[in-house]
């Protein structure tokens, strides 16, 4: 049973970098039919895929328009988890903030528990 | 970006009805659209992907059908456990630019 586990703090100032990591447990970061990836929620933009990480015989990102200039998504194999880092935060990017495995067709089967990230000074 | 339009917005239905919910694509994606259900504070669930494909656990009054750009939803009788907010989301564009859908709420 795969099961990812949030951590972060929950309040960023603007400017600042938003740091959030998703340990797995029951799968491995470096499988070879996985996907890691992030995802948000505000009322805003609504859920809104970020980018994601996954290894096929060496590791590889793909990251959202939106972000992609202020996103890095890292896997750190000795500790079975991957982070998010978000650049240059804005009031625009309070969200929930949710890890995810992917499943069939490239959709999302296993979430992490969110994590409300709220950019204020 | 593929726009995802859910229609309708909400749904006020009773336990036992059908439910219906569209989702429609802004070009056509094939079958690689994904259903979830998202209740109050908690991550959304897995119901449907490939379109039609149940996920392992889910209950067989959900349903899933439609290819290209027409998508549904059905609940074949509603149960009080399925009041929540439910999303479509798209996989289709390779880069990633996958999509959700805004949201369709069914109150009771």
């Known amino acids: 049973q795969v099961q990812l586990q949030q951590s972060g703090p929950g309040l960023v100032k603007p400017s600042q970098t938003l740091s959030l990591t998703c340990a797995i447990s029951?799968?491995?970061?470096?499988?070879?039919?996985?996907?890691w990836n992030w995802i948000r929620q505000s009322p805003s933009r609504g859920l809104e895929w970020l980018g994601r990480t996954y290894y096929r015989s060496k590791w590889s990102n793909d990251y959202a328009v939106s972000v992609k200039s202020r996103i890095t998504i890292n896997p750190d194999t000795s500790k079975n988890q991957f982070s998010l880092q978000l650049n240059s935060v804005t009031p625009e990017d309070t969200a929930v903030y949710y890890c995810a495995r992917d499943g069939g067709y490239y959709s999302f089967q296993h979430w992490g528990q969110g994590t409300l990230v709220t950019v204020s000074s | 970006d593929i726009q995802m339009t859910q229609s309708p917005s909400s749904v006020s239905a009773s336990v036992g009805d059908r439910v219906t919910i569209t989702c429609r694509a802004s070009?056509?994606?094939?079958?690689?659209l994904a259903w979830y259900q998202q209740k109050p504070g908690k991550a959304p669930e897995l119901l449907i992907y490939a379109a039609s494909s149940l996920q392992s656990g889910v209950p067989s009054r959900f349903s899933g059908s439609g290819s290209g750009t027409d998508f549904t939803l059905t609940i074949s009788s509603l149960q009080p456990e399925d009041f929540a907010t439910y999303y479509c989301?798209?996989?289709?564009?390779?880069?990633?630019?996958?999509?959700f859908g805004q949201g369709t709420k069914v109150e009771i």
């Open positions: 070009q056509g994606i094939s079958s690689w």
């Open positions: 029951g799968d491995s970061v470096s499988s070879n039919n996985a996907a």
């Open positions: 989301q798209q996989a289709n564009s390779f880069p990633p630019r996958w999509t």
